[in-house]
């Protein structure tokens, strides 16, 4: 039983720069250029260290440098290089594998990728007996390792992107790596699970249109698999309504609010008579639009040094309130918002379709997770609310400990 990983270098990219993405040249650019960074890297190595603990001196099959190579090395694991992208003109380097076909970006190192690549790499680690493929990614680079491996290969992936609608992936860096130490030691139960893609243009306007690339087996154990994304209907827009409306009843006088994205949201900020970004982050107070679809450090200075909280939504289906989608709300940003940094706003029906699985959090800071879990007031209406379960996603499931920290 061997273990393949392959990491998209630039994914998630576009999430703090509030791009809603990272496909394509001129949105990466466009990202750095906006201070943006991405963490696919270090999403790897976190989640290969829980590896490394349960597994010391794994051999890992993956692709060379920062295609995997590198987060197998800083893991303490031992990376055998099986598939090394072709050279290309001095200039053009990165590396890198996005659904793009002109990603090739000059930010460093010996050689850029493309989406073909992270295929070609897929289908290499299966050759080599690679029984499970991790990747470090979002829904492109899903779609991309998919289509690399024979029907019927499982993969999984460590959350990395900025959209991460499909079934295939982890709940955070530390279930993944727990699930493969599983998977060496006894093998795990797959289950099918959805390869969904967007057009991140139609989703920049406001127009979430997922489609299905394919249909791939992930290793499943309760609590550290994600569903995949539910849609609201429109039939629930009445209770969508009554929800913001609750919202926007409990916002406070001088309070500064972090608007993140969702259809509930953008409903509040209606209802405040505000043209709020569907997408991104707004900041807002006292009714009024301070700031629209802030990045990461635009958010951070907003909050700095203000009474401030942040509203978000819960994730349809999958239950996150932090940490797919508006990673403009950072660990950092979250950290300056005192002891109660989130309101939360959802339909009660959103509640129930997670069938009593916690909600979940996952800015990547493990202790700020862990300090988040426990039970969150969710404003359903105008005079309703529920008190609901909250998981850290990053920390390791432990054995013994309940499923809700």
């Not at 996005?98 to 295929?119: C, E, I, Q, R």
């Not at 499970?132 to 990614?137: D, K, N, P």
């Not at 006894?186 to 394919?214: I, Q, Y």
């Amino acid at each position: 039983m061997k273990i393949g990983v392959i990491v998209n270098p630039v994914a998630g990219i576009g999430g703090p720069a509030g791009l809603a993405g990272s496909d394509g040249v001129a949105v990466q650019r466009e990202a750095l250029r906006r201070g943006g960074r991405a963490r696919a890297g270090d999403r790897a190595v976190e989640a290969l260290r829980v590896l490394a603990v349960a597994r010391p001196g794994t051999e890992v099959l993956t692709a060379a440098g920062a295609l995997g190579e590198d987060a197998v090395h800083s893991a303490g694991l031992m990376p055998r290089v099986v598939y090394t992208p072709p050279a290309l003109p001095k200039g053009t380097s990165l590396s890198l594998s996005t659904p793009a076909s002109d990603n090739n970006v000059p930010l460093g190192g010996g050689f850029g990728t493309t989406g073909d690549d992270t295929a070609r790499a897929a289908a290499a680690l299966h050759a080599a007996g690679a029984s499970l493929v991790l990747f470090a990614g979002g829904d492109g680079t899903a779609r991309d390792v998919a289509r690399g491996l024979p029907s019927g290969t499982p993969m999984l992936g460590i959350p990395a992107g900025v959209k991460m609608y499909s079934g295939c992936f982890a709940v955070g860096p530390a279930a993944a790596g727990a699930l493969a130490a599983d998977w060496l030691d006894h093998g795990l139960p797959t289950a099918e699970a959805e390869v969904l893609d967007l057009d991140e243009e139609l989703l920049r306007a406001g127009r979430p249109e997922p489609l299905l690339f394919a249909l791939v087996p992930v290793p499943v154990a309760a609590g550290r698999t994600q569903a995949r994304k539910a849609p609201t209907p429109a039939s629930a827009q009445d209770a969508v309504r009554r929800a913001a409306t609750g919202a926007a009843d409990r916002l406070r006088a001088g309070t500064r609010y972090l608007l993140g994205p969702g259809g509930t949201t953008v409903e509040l900020g209606r209802l405040l008579g505000l043209d709020t970004s569907p997408l991104g982050v707004d900041v807002i107070q006292d009714g009024k639009l301070l700031a629209r679809d802030v990045t990461e450090q635009q958010a951070y200075e907003a909050v700095s040094g203000h009474d401030a909280q942040a509203i978000v939504t819960v994730i349809g289906g999958q239950g996150f309130l932090l940490g797919r989608g508006n990673q403009q709300l950072s660990a950092r940003v979250i950290s300056e918002l005192g002891d109660h940094p989130l309101l939360v706003v959802a339909t009660e029906q959103k509640l129930i379709d997670l069938a009593g699985r916690p909600l979940l959090v996952d800015t990547g800071d493990t202790a700020l997770d862990r300090h988040l879990a426990g039970h969150v007031t969710v404003v359903t209406g105008p005079a309703g609310t529920s008190l609901y379960p909250v998981n850290a996603a990053s920390a390791a499931p432990i054995e013994g400990e309940p499923e809700c920290v």
